[in-house]
T-cell receptor
């Protein structure tokens, strides 16, 4: 089954404790992206990757890191989480933009709470 | 800054009626515009997209219209069904020539009354 998986689905942590949210896709997509969703603010792009070893900032990259060492994986790293990073996080993947469309497949989401 | 916004936060329609969800965008350089549907507790799901060189595109029960003159995008859903109840987001792709960057609107909640 074609899908994007995220782990963990739920996480409660404390300020300053480094964490990683994993994202994996099995569709051989070049493009992957991370978003956060907050009430009243919609979805905002954190980072995206057009291919292996290529990453770029979205609209809200501060406080986050990503890496793209393999095509299928795109982990989101919070080196020192803060309460304002409490949010619902989505990972998505798609064929390379501009190749005929931009149908992104989203993961199920990770709800992160930082206390 | 760049902004993609929706005109109405909530739209309530009767089952069987047609629904129209609107979206305004500000960046005329965007390549694609996309509509997503998000049901409660799930990730967004692609509905339909349209390239900037098109005015209209039809899918199954959905039509997207693009008016570049006034920077307006709309999603029309024919014969709305209870299963269409969700939050709908528009997104623009390729703002400022950057094809990897997406900007989402804040979303419109569609409520379908039986």
């Amino acid at each position: 089954e074609a899908q994007v998986t995220q782990n963990p689905r739920y996480l409660i942590t404390v300020t300053g404790k480094k964490l990683t949210v994993t994202c994996s896709q099995n569709m051989n997509h070049e493009y992957m992206s991370w978003y956060r969703q907050d009430p009243g603010l919609g979805l905002r792009q954190i980072y995206y990757s057009m291919n292996v070893e290529v990453t770029d900032k979205g609209d809200v990259p501060e406080g986050y890191k990503v890496s793209r060492k393999e095509k299928r994986n795109f982990p989101l790293i919070l080196e020192s989480p803060s309460p304002n990073q409490t949010s619902l996080y989505f990972c998505a993947s798609a064929p390379l933009p501009g190749t005929g469309g931009h149908e992104q497949y989203f993961g199920p989401g990770t709800r992160l709470t930082v206390t | 800054g760049e902004n993609v916004g929706l005109h109405l936060p909530t739209l309530s329609v009767q089952e069987g009626d047609n629904s129209i969800i609107n979206c305004a965008y500000s960046n005329s350089a965007s390549d694609y515009f996309i509509w997503y549907k998000q049901e409660s507790g799930k990730g967004p799901q692609f509905i339909i997209d349209i390239r900037s060189n098109m005015d209209k595109r039809q899918g199954q029960r959905v039509t997207v219209l693009l008016n570049k003159t006034v920077k307006h995008l709309s999603l029309q859903i024919a014969a709305t069904q209870p299963g269409d109840s969700a939050v709908y987001f528009c997104a623009e792709v390729g703002a400022s020539g950057n094809t990897g960057k997406l900007i989402f609107g804040q979303g419109t909640t569609l409520q379908v009354k039986p």
